[in-house]
């Protein structure tokens, strides 16, 4: 199957091929042609599977570009993630010159500026809840003329932080526009806001497992205070091309980062303390490869995708199964393999059978001898290590 067979555009499928992107994944052969056809679709899978880009492309290959009207309004929990969304659908606008517009709605810039450039009426609207209902507020943007409304990380979205929001946008648009829900992973809540705004909307789901079978799970026992040496020690051992590493505070964001530059080892930090323009640099200081480490909280394992991420550490381990698979999940994209690295106490060593049984993953220990990262039993000199404790 090919994009063109499941009636994608051929400029955009030029632009996909000119990020070399040739064949779709299996979750976009299910979803495109639903989408396409205009149906309402909760669309569900793991994480680095190419869900933007099943629902991108059938809204964007359905743009009346003649009507300047806002058509498509997509929303997303964090900027981080509105901005990687817009900047897909910018790619694939230049990439295959085709003139549909599109504005980044979120908070944190200047509204004025907004509303300057919703007079241009884009296309395609990508934005953060609070600032899209701010907007449809003010009557700035005009929901009556929304044909497809998307809700990625939909889990996130139909949650309570979030949820009024979400249905604001939802209610404020006409009946009868399409609604699309797009997440990694089903929760009870969200699949519940879900068919209560959408009572005919189709699951579109594939049969993958939610585990990246190209992901290597180690991990590593050592004492809470060494934890960031530990990690140094890792990062020059493994020499990644790119690493995020996951920590549970802010402060503790901000500490490591600082040890670590002082070792030399290029990295910056991202999370909800900073500015717009400083979580900004930081991303864009890490996608050009100025950085090579981005130190992060949880906030950046909501749909982060950032090519070449070949490491991921965790400072901090998460008590939960499925925040472990949205952690991982930012490496090994697209068919490349990566591996997870988890630092843990003796203690926390509950946490690798938690994962493997609820998992189905197997975790192996390693440790680090003369600037390398063995596996148990690989290195003469010493013994394989004990069972983790449970």
Known sequence: MTFSELGITAPLVAALAKQHISEPTA???????????????????????????????????RLDLKSETTQVVIVAPTHELALQIQRQACDLAQNGGVPFRTLLLIGGTSMERQIEKLKKKPHVAVGSPGRICELIDLGKLKPHTFKTIVLDEADNLLDDKTLAAARKIV??????RQLIFVSATAQTRSSRE??????????????ESP???????????????????????????????????????NATAEQVTAKLTHHKVPATDLHGAFAKADRKKAMDDFRSG????????????????????????????????????????????????????????????????????????????????????????SHPSYPAYPSPAV
Do not use: W
């Open 194 to 207: 879900a068919a209560l705004l959408s009572p005919e909307h189709i699951v579109l789901q594939t049969e």
């Open 27 to 61: 979750i976009q052969i299910l979803s495109i042609p639903v989408i396409a056809e205009g149906k309402d679709a909760y669309v569900h899978a793991e994480t680095g599977s190419g869900k933007t880009l099943a629902y991108l492309l059938p809204l964007l290959s």
């Open 211 to 249: 585990l990246n079978p190209n992901i290597e799970h180690l991990f590593i026992v050592c004492e809470e205070r060494d934890k960031p040496d530990v990690l140094r020690k890792l990062i020059s051992a493994a020499d990644p091309e790119r690493a995020l590493v996951f920590v549970h505070r």
């Open 171 to 176: 209610l404020a648009s006409p009946k009868g």
């Open 290 to 377: 100025k950085v090579r480490v981005l130190i992060a909280s949880d906030i950046a394992a909501r749909g982060l995708d950032i090519s070449g991420v070949s490491h991921i550490f965790n400072l901090d381990a998460p008590s939960q199964s499925m925040a472990y698979i949205h952690r991982v999940g930012r490496t090994a994209r697209a068919g490349a393999t990566g591996t997870a690295v988890s630092l843990l106490t003796a203690a926390e060593t509950r946490l690798v059978r938690r994962y493997e049984e609820e998992l189905g993953l197997k975790m192996q220990e390693v440790r680090l001898r003369e600037g390398r990262i063995l596996t148990a039993g």
